[in-house]
């Protein structure tokens, strides 16, 4: 029986995810990254139980769960006063497991190392010069070459040019008045145990210090800003101004930071859904198809999501009758295109009610967020009831314990 392959067009956590559970499968796969390599640029990843089971349907999902710290804490607010707990051991009964946040390169490492050498070519720009159909395969221009495909898995992010290729006229993701910013402290910052896991909302912005499994530290903060805004004296400095006086552990963690490390990025969002995430013999999946705030901080997950579906699809569809994956991506838009439309709009409500500046509306949010801690902990939770609790079509999978069927292993 020929050997089905597959395209992918980059090399971030979604590409590599959906490479290495195509491989897991038995398709021939090439990743396409434009970069020179790999390293990626980034801080922080926080994977759910969704994400991790998902991981575990080509054998990844114990690796990440090995990354976890415990990450109880809770929402403060700018002075350090608590506004709502959480509890990582609530999230794991509710869920089937803990939220894992690890340093991107972490992850980006064990998923290229799920595929064989010479799977991921980088310093390569794929063009995606033909979506196939029922009678040609795709094709993906490279310098020098033309690769044909029985699949092309779009997965080059927010300013996707594949989606460009495939849907011309429809809106690109929209600026959502949100700026991040991400950085890693060495672990030598402060004494360990110091920094606890929390997010902290103000007015118009939030922080987020979140401790990593080797000592360092992660911290994020998103507040309101124009889009492609120039940040006098750096985007250290302009932390510093916006945060530097909020509580323990932010100013040091902001004295620590090294100003070449910090990364900015506007967030942008699919306000927009598109009409499909596919077309010919090409899927999107990730940022590609249905960027979102990092809020929930399902953006990763859910790209883990579609991979793990969109190749347990087009396997089963090689696998049967006219053994042709193509017929698999209706049903690949039919399952993922609802669920990441809503979570990519829950995700945005999260964010502006993170991100509220007037003081009413502030002062309304906060009383109601202490009642409700009050008087039903870990109400916070529900807010990922119907988004962690997924599970993914390929069993087995790894069960809360790690134990694994032989099928698995």
Request: glycine letters at 12%.
């Amino acid at each position: 029986m020929r050997k089905l392959r597959a395209v992918v067009i980059g090399g971030g956590t979604g590409g590599l995810a959906a490479a290495a559970a195509l491989h897991h499968r038995g398709w021939d796969v090439t990743v396409l990254e434009r970069a020179a390599s790999l390293e990626p640029v980034g801080a922080g990843i926080a994977l759910a139980a969704n994400a991790q089971r998902a991981l575990d349907a080509f054998g990844a999902g114990d690796a990440v769960r090995a990354l976890a710290v415990p990450l109880d804490g809770g929402l403060r607010r700018p002075g350090g006063r608590r506004l709502s707990r959480t509890d990582n051991a609530a999230a794991a009964r509710r869920f089937g497991g803990p939220v894992v946040v690890a340093h991107r390169a972490d992850v980006i490492a064990l998923l290229a190392s799920c595929l064989p050498k010479g799977a991921v070519r980088t310093g390569v720009r794929g063009e995606l010069t033909d979506p196939g159909g029922p009678d040609r395969p795709a094709r993906v221009t490279t310098p020098g070459k033309v690769l044909e495909a029985d699949l092309v898995v779009g997965a080059d992010g927010i300013h996707s040019a594949v989606r460009a290729t495939l849907f011309p006229g429809h809106p690109a993701p929209r600026y959502t008045g949100f700026t991040t910013w991400r950085f890693v402290v060495p672990a030598t910052a402060l004494p360990r145990g110091a920094a606890t896991a929390h997010e902290t909302w103000g007015p118009g912005r939030l922080w987020g210090t979140v401790p990593l499994r080797d000592g360092r530290v992660y911290a994020y903060a998103q507040a309101t800003a124009p889009a492609r805004a120039q940040a006098p004296g750096g985007e250290l400095a302009q932390l510093r101004r916006l945060f530097g006086d909020w509580h323990h552990p932010v100013p040091r963690l902001l004295a620590a930071a090294d100003p070449a490390a910090v990364l900015r990025n506007d967030v942008h969002s699919a306000a927009d859904p598109l009409p499909a995430y596919h077309h010919g013999r090409v899927a999107l999946l990730g940022d590609a198809a249905h960027s979102m705030t990092p809020n929930l901080g399902q953006g990763a997950c859910q790209a883990v999501e579609d991979a793990v579906v969109l190749a347990h699809l087009v396997t089963e569809a090689a696998a049967g009758p006219g053994g042709d994956p193509l017929s698999a991506l209706p049903r690949y838009t039919a399952e993922r295109l609802p669920r990441t439309t809503a979570i990519v709009r829950r995700s945005a409500r999260v964010g502006r009610l993170a991100c509220l500046s007037s003081r009413p509306g502030r002062a309304l949010r906060d009383a109601a967020l202490a009642a409700a801690d009050r008087l039903a902990p870990h109400l916070a939770l529900r807010g990922l009831d119907g988004v962690a609790d997924w599970h993914p079509p390929v069993h087995p999978y790894a069960a809360q314990t790690g134990t694994r069927t032989k099928e698995a292993q």
